[in-house]
C-alpha cells in the first residue's frame, strides 16, 4: 500500500498543495513525518497501530494538514517553528500579514489546512537521534525554508528524506518573511555532503537517486535566479514593485488557498536584492536598484 519501502521506512504520496508526501517508520516506536499526504492511508497506518510520534519537518500547512488525525500522538518539531504549533497566532504572524489578511488566514488555516493548537512534546535539535526501536533517524536541522526545518538521515538505510528541499524543477523556495537564501544554501550544501542511496522529498518525485549532483543542480537555480535578476536590472533600474511583477522565479502572480505567490515572489527577490547588495552587484538609488557595471 506503500509507495516506496525499504525496511521500516516508507514514503506515501500525497498531492498538489496544502498536501505533502508523508514518512512512516513502522519500527517499535512508529512514527509519521509530515502527516499532510493521504488521508486513508495515514488512517489505515494508525489502524494497525499506535502512532507514537507525529513529527512535522516544519511549521507549514501543507506539512500538517492531517495532524489532528493522531491527537494522541507525541509532537516533535525543531525549537525554532515550535511556537507555530502551539498558537495560531504565532503561526500566522510568522507570514507578516496586513490587518485585513489575519481573519482571511484564520478561516483559511483552521478550515481548511486542519490547524488545530497543541503542545509539542519533544522539541528537535541538530544532531538528535531519534531512536525507533531497529531504526535510527537523524535529525538534520536545515534552516533558510523556514527558521526550524529538518531534515531526517536514516544512517542504516542510507535514506535521506529532505523535506522541504524538494528538488522541484521550479528551485527551492525561500518566500516566507522569515525564510533566509544564505541559510538556504549552506543548507542544501550541508545535505549534499550526507552519504545517501536515496533521496526522499516531501513534494515532486518523492523518490530521487542520492546522488549529490541533483541537489547541486537544484542549488543552481539559486544563481539562475539571480542572473536573470541582474540581467533585468542590466537594461534599466527597477524598484521592488517593478521586480516583482516581472515573475522571475514564478511567473505571472497567482494565488494558492489563501496563499498569494506574488508576495513570496517579492519575499525571494528582496532577499536577492540584499544578497547583490552585498556583493557590491548591485546598488540603490532612491527605491531603485540598480546593477552595478562590472570594472573594467
Ligand atoms: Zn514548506
Ligand atoms: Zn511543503
Redesign the pocket.
Known amino acids: 500500500m506503500d509507495d516506496f519501502r525499504r525496511d521500516s521506512i516508507s514514503l506515501v504520496f500525497g498531492g498538489n498543495?496544502p498536501h505533502?508526501h508523508s514518512v512512516l517508520i513502522d519500527d517499535e516506536v512508529r512514527a509519521v513525518i509530515d502527516a499532510?499526504s493521504d488521508r486513508q492511508k495515514l488512517l489505515a497506518f494508525k489502524a494497525r497501530g499506535p502512532v507514537d510520534a507525529l513529527i512535522t519537518s516544519?511549521a507549514?500547512e501543507?506539512?500538517f494538514l492531517y495532524n489532528s488525525l493522531f491527537p494522541e500522538s507525541g509532537l516533535w518539531v525543531h525549537e525554532a517553528d515550535a511556537p507555530a504549533f502551539t498558537s495560531l497566532r504565532r503561526f500566522i504572524d510568522m507570514f507578516e500579514p496586513g490587518d485585513g489578511e489575519i481573519a482571511l488566514w484564520e478561516e483559511y488555516l483552521t478550515r481548511e489546512a486542519g490547524y488545530v493548537p497543541r503542545e509539542v512534546n519533544r522539541v528537535l535539535r541538530d544532531g538528535d537521534t531519534l531512536d525507533f526501536g531497529g531504526t535510527l533517524c537523524r535529525v538534520v536541522h536545515t534552516p533558510g525554508h523556514t527558521p526550524g526545518h529538518c531534515s531526517f538521515y536514516f544512517p542504516r538505510d542510507r535514506i535521506l528524506y529532505l523535506?522541504?528541499w524538494?528538488l522541484v524543477k521550479s528551485g527551492p523556495?525561500y518566500g516566507d518573511p522569515a525564510s533566509d537564501l544564505d541559510q538556504t544554501i549552506s543548507s542544501l550544501q550541508r545535505l549534499k555532503t550526507i552519504p545517501a542511496d536515496i533521496y526522499l522529498t516531501?513534494?515532486g518525485k518523492g523518490v530521487h537517486e542520492g546522488d549529490p549532483e541533483i541537489i547541486e543542480h537544484y542549488l543552481g537555480s539559486i544563481e539562475a535566479r539571480e542572473e536573470r535578476l541582474l540581467e533585468f536590472l542590466r537594461k534599466s533600474p527597477a524598484t521592488l514593485d517593478r521586480i516583482t511583477d516581472q515573475g522571475i522565479i514564478y511567473g505571472r502572480a497567482k494565488s494558492i488557498g489563501a496563499w498569494n505567490m506574488a508576495v513570496s515572489e517579492r519575499h525571494m527577490m528582496h532577499k536577492h536584492l540584499v544578497r547583490l547588495m552585498r556583493m557590491g552587484r548591485v546598488f540603490r538609488e532612491g527605491d531603485r536598484y540598480c546593477a552595478a557595471t562590472p570594472a573594467a
Do not use: F, K, T
Open positions: 498543495y505533502c499532510a516544519h507549514h501543507d506539512h523535506a522541504d524538494d523556495y516531501a513534494h
